[in-house]
């Protein structure tokens, strides 16, 4: 079983190693064997209609496909690199104005080759969900760290 400060040091190895997380500013600002956190700031690039303050679904799937991802990835032994094979995503409304946003993901379900993940995208509170998804993420057998090399080059 991987410890709480080894989670906390992949997740944030793996959102400054890609560089979409690095360009839509991705922050981890929870990691444990119980899940990740992620939040990502509202950021008028972002937006769906200028001037909306609305960040667009684009950027919340793929907030929600990396935080998916990492929390599939850090619920395996080697924390193995997990490339997604679906993503499920129910909008359920729109989130607030000109306001960070932030993914909560787990990995529900681990398999010799699939890592099944669940999680919602919300603002102030979990409980209060504007997307909920769920999202499947193949084993590869290569560690972050194969990945993080494979990258440099």
Known sequence: MNTDE???SIVQQFFQAIPHCRILKMEPEHASSEGVVIK???NEEL????GSGIIHS???TTLMDSAFGVAACVSLPGFETCPTIDLRIDHLGFPAPFKPVRC???AYRVTKTVVFTRGVVYQDNRNDPFAHGVGTFMRSGRTLSQMAKGLAK
């Open 58 to 60: 684009g950027a919340i």
């Open 40 to 42: 990502m700031p509202f």
């Open 6 to 8: 080894q989670i906390v």
């Open 47 to 50: 937006e769906a209609n200028p």
């Open 104 to 106: 909560f993901a787990e």
